[in-house]
Each structure stands twice: as structure tokens, then as C-alpha cells.
């Protein structure tokens, strides 16, 4: 894997950002790599106009795989440190200290991708947090990238945190990951396994701090990886069930066109992939009642057997109709002007303005069949209405992450000899149990089918999901089957215009971190897309730091 620190470090997803230029690594000793701080603690730099000290490159473990990606960068506010780079213990930032500041760790693992880290967030400086970024491997690396790697990167890089926590400002007791899409995911995986023993191998094939090989095979570790509190942007979790969960949102909505990353102009679902949609979403209502979720009151959510309708459906619906409501509190003016801003894909947002409520609500198409109003605000009631009616578009096809062709996700899953493999058992199952119906159908192909049923029978991938899926080990420590030390607090935020995962998932990751025994703080952002969307009556994430640390 030497070559892999030559490549340019790319950001996946049409019409995302440009890709970042490569990367110039330090000169180092990559064969005797160390954990040693002596080779770092000198290397600290004052940013030009003095409000932080940056460190970076800081390699977290000792068998590098990627040179590229297994390292972080460290920003602190310059209060925390002397200008000779050790830590000053008086200095102060926004009423914490180098020893009292939370430490937000953020991955960039959009897309399931591997990520390089990036500079500092200039927010989280002003509000007197450390920043770490911190580079993972993932599916874009080949047989390095395999799940779960971008979780074991993670955990090596909170070892490393507290193997030198005396001379790394900021409380390590306080370490909150971030990240958004497929970084979500990632973040709510580290939340969920602290100290997770299963862990514990891979940790030692890279030569993660704090783990010793027994002559029996067993391990002992004498460093935590576990962590504080998990923030997850619009997360692409439970990943084996995700493509129910989309199917369950759109089944109904007869929009049948999506737009898919990396491929120009509007694509049509076809009559096979329309009836495995139906099918799917049929399943996930029968996995969604295995789940025995229970909302924040403690209350069963279940689906009906027509899918819309059950205490899950009705708890859908006033997620997204509170959604609305915040929206509009925050954005109405005192004039009754409904301003805020727009954003269309990943391009830049601009400012639009209604004059009046009826004005802004006039752009919504048949309201009368979908949301309701009363003296507590507005009700959505139908949730194929409000698809079609908010004009939520499709960004996946059928199936969208365990595609036929192994174009996404896949390539994250399997074993180091091949480069991708079927990992949703629960798309293979319904393919398995409704082949001699779809044979009829237009689109549908036997040779595709027969290769997605075989991988996803096997036990090697069922549990390499597993291992990447926070809502089921959640769920198994709420139940007593599992043990990790999981994240104490955590926080979602999905749009309800995100074409390119069901909100549902983020939902029942919060259900399942809250019946674990974790204080929650979820929330849908009106009219958002598909991103690291925030506010609009929900607070901030910065807010929520301040709220769960002082």
C-alpha cells in the first residue's frame, strides 16, 4: 500500500466541492514509525493572525496502510499553549481552559469515502473548542479501506489523544465526534462501540496505542477509546437496512425519476425495480416492528400492515410537521415575511423571501391533501402528499446503497481479494423470496441477481455490518446482549428535502441511543437537503457543546 500516499486526496459526489490538491507528507521513518510526542512537540505553528496554534500530521498509529489518511490535525485556540508549544494552564477561551475545552473530533468520511484531514473550523476556535481532524480509511482504498477501518482510524486516533493527553490541550473526557452523510455514519459508529472488545484486532494490526496480544490470541487494553457525545449529520447508518428505508419513505410516491451521483440527467425506475421497491418497502415494515423501537415518552412504534399508517407513522409525520413549525417561528418576520435561505444541490444557498405566510405556503403543491392546520400549528398528515407536494426528489435508484452492480457502498465490504460484495442480507432476501415474479418484469436480470443472492447469504459480511451498524449494537446493549461503553449524548440533524437517504435512519439511531440510556437531541430541518444542515429553530451544534459540557 506504499503508493497510496502519492494519490491526490479526492471528494466524492457530483457537484461537490473541487477535489483538495495533494497533499505533501512529512519526511518521515515510515517503516520505525513510533507514537513517540518527541517527534511532534516542537512542530506546533501560530496561525497568521494568532487566534490558534495548529499541529499537524500527527500519526496515530504505528502501521501505516495509507500515509495519505491515517493522521490528524490539531487546532487549538492559542490561550491553550505558549508560544514554545507547551500548555499553558492559566490561559483561557470562552470560560474554558487548555484542560475544561471539549475536543470535537471531525471525520470527513462523506460518501463512505476515505478522508485526509482538513484545516481548522474557525467556529469551533471562537467558541474555545479543540478541533481535530482526523483522516480515516475507507472503501475508496481497495483491501486498507475495508469496514470497519474507517471506525478503527477513529478509535486509534482517540488512543492517541489520551496516550499524550498531559501535552494535547482540551479534556478528553470530553470528545465529541462529528460528521455528516456517510461521516454521520462514522461518527455514530465510534459512539456506539467504545471500548468495543471485537474492536480490539484490527486496533492491533495497525498498531493503535494501548493494545497487548496474548500468546492464546486474546487481547488487553490499557487505553479507552470510548467517547462523550456523537453529533451525525444526515447519517447514511444502519447501511445493510438502508435500502428499505428508502423504499418505505418513496414506495407510494409516484415520482419515479431520480437523479444519481455521478451520472447525468434523470434516470427512470423500471417496472422490476418499481415491484422490488414495493417488496422492499413491504420488509422494512416487518423489520421496523422487529426493532420494537419506543419514542422519547417510551411508547411501541409499529407499522401497519399498510405501511401508512401505526404509532411509527404517525411519529414520522410530527417529526416532520415540528420540522415545519420551527422553521416558520424562525423565519417569519414581524411583517409576516417568510425569508430564509435556499440551497440547490451542493451549490451555494441564496436568500428568498415571501411576503406573507400564504405566499411562501402557495409554493407547496396540494397542501389540501396533506397538512392541516390549527391553533398548534401545522400538521403534516399524509407522507406520500408531502413528498410529492414539497417536491422531494430522488437521488438513489433501486437498490441505492447495495447496488446491483456494486457501484456504491459495496466496495467498503468483503474480503482483501475482491473489490466489492453484496452486504444488505435484507435486499437479498426479498430479491430471493419474489425471483419467480420479477422474472417477468422489464429490467430485471437473473445473472445479477443470482451473484447478489449468494453474497448476501454470507456470514462473513453479516458480520462486518454489524461491526459498522450503531442502531443494532445500540439496541443490543439496551437489551443486554452486547457491552460498550457507548456515547452518553447525541444529536442528529436531517433534512427533510435530503433525496439521498431516508430520515427515518437517523430517527431510529436516536430511539435506539436514547432506549440504550443516552440523552438525545433530535431533530429534521425544514426544506434542507442532503448535508451538514443546522439551526432553523433546532439550535446549534455549538449550542449543544456548550449545553452537555459546562
Not at 206 to 215: P, S, V, Y
Not at 498 to 516: G, I, K, P, Q, S
Request: net charge negative; proline share 4%.
Amino acid at each position: 500500500m506504499d503508493d497510496l500516499h502519492q494519490m491526490p486526496v479526492q471528494h466524492p459526489g457530483a457537484g461537490g466541492p473541487p477535489p483538495r490538491p495533494t497533499i505533501v507528507l512529512p519526511d518521515l521513518d515510515w517503516d520505525h514509525m513510533t507514537l513517540d510526542w518527541a517527534q511532534y512537540q516542537d512542530k506546533w505553528e501560530r496561525s497568521e493572525d494568532g487566534t490558534y496554534y495548529a499541529l499537524r500530521f500527527v500519526y496515530y498509529a504505528t502501521n501505516i496502510l495509507s500515509r495519505n489518511h491515517q493522521y490528524m490535525n490539531i487546532f487549538v485556540p492559542a490561550a491553550y499553549l505558549h508560544a514554545d508549544g507547551t500548555v499553558n494552564e492559566q490561559g483561557a477561551c470562552n470560560s474554558y481552559t487548555a484542560r475544561t475545552a471539549p475536543v470535537i473530533l471531525v471525520n470527513g468520511c462523506a460518501g463512505w469515502m476515505s478522508s485526509t484531514p482538513m484545516e481548522a473550523m474557525f467556529d469551533y476556535i471562537r467558541e474555545g473548542f479543540v478541533h481535530i481532524s482526523v483522516g480515516a480509511r475507507s472503501r475508496d482504498l481497495g483491501p486498507a479501506g475495508k469496514a470497519p477501518s474507517a471506525c478503527v482510524d477513529q478509535k486509534a486516533a482517540v488512543r492517541m489523544l489520551r496516550l499524550h493527553d498531559a501535552v494535547i490541550p482540551g479534556d478528553k473526557e470530553r470528545i465529541i465526534s462529528c460528521g455528516g452523510s456517510g461521516g454521520g455514519q462514522m461518527s455514530s459508529i465510534l459512539g456506539a462501540t467504545g471500548n468495543m472488545p471485537d474492536y480490539f484486532p484490527y486496533l492491533y494490526e495497525i498498531g493503535a496505542a494501548g493494545l497487548e496480544k496474548h500468546a492464546d490470541g486474546s487481547y488487553t487494553s490499557t487505553i479507552r477509546d470510548d467517547i462523550f457525545a456523537s453529533q451525525c449529520y444526515c447519517p447514511i447508518a444502519d447501511i445493510d437496512n438502508a435500502d428499505m428505508a428508502y423504499a418505505w419513505q418513496r414506495f407510494d410516491d409516484p415520482n419515479i425519476h431520480f437523479e444519481d451521483f455521478g451520472t447525468p440527467g434523470k434516470q427512470k425506475l423500471s417496472p422490476f425495480q418499481q415491484e422490488y421497491q414495493r417488496d422492499l418497502a413491504k420488509a422494512y415494515g416487518a423489520y421496523l416492528n422487529r426493532l420494537n423501537l419506543q419514542n422519547e415518552q417510551g411508547e411501541p412504534l409499529r407499522l401497519d400492515d399498510d405501511l401508512r399508517s401505526g404509532s411509527y407513522y404517525e411519529q414520522i409525520l410530527r417529526n416532520i410537521s415540528d420540522a415545519l413549525n420551527k422553521f416558520l417561528a424562525e423565519k417569519t418576520g414581524v411583517d409576516g415575511s417568510v425569508t430564509f435561505e435556499e440551497a440547490h444541490g451542493f451549490g451555494p444557498k441564496e436568500t428568498v423571501s415571501y411576503p406573507s405566510l400564504e405566499a411562501y405556503l402557495a409554493t407547496l403543491k396540494g397542501t389540501d391533501q396533506w397538512l392541516r392546520r390549527d391553533e398548534t400549528g401545522f400538521h403534516v398528515t399524509d407522507l406520500p402528499g408531502f413528498c410529492q407536494g414539497a417536491g422531494l426528489k430522488r437521488g438513489k435508484s433501486v437498490p441505492g446503497f447495495d447496488t446491483f452492480h456494486c457501484k456504491a457502498e459495496n466496495n467498503a465490504f468483503g474480503n482483501a481479494d475482491e473489490e466489492a460484495a453484496h452486504f444488505s442480507a435484507a435486499d437479498g432476501a426479498v430479491l430471493e423470496a419474489n425471483l419467480e415474479k420479477y422474472r417477468t418484469l422489464e429490467g430485471f436480470d437473473a445473472c445479477d441477481a443470482s451473484g447478489y443472492i449468494t453474497d448476501a447469504k454470507r456470514e462473513d459480511l453479516k458480520r462486518q455490518t454489524y461491526l459498522m451498524n450503531a442502531t443494532h449494537i445500540l439496541l443490543d446493549n439496551a437489551r443486554g446482549k452486547v457491552k460498550s461503553d457507548f456515547s452518553r449524548h447525541w444529536r442528529t440533524r436531517n433534512g427533510t428535502a435530503d433525496e439521498h437517504t431516508a430520515f427515518t435512519v437517523a430517527y431510529n439511531l436516536c430511539m435506539a441511543a436514547r432506549m440504550a440510556g443516552a440523552d438525545v437531541d433530535y431533530a429534521l430541518i425544514w426544506n434542507a437537503g442532503h448535508g451538514d444542515v443546522d439551526g432553523d429553530g433546532t439550535g446549534s451544534f455549538a449550542q449543544w457543546v456548550h449545553d452537555i459540557c459546562k
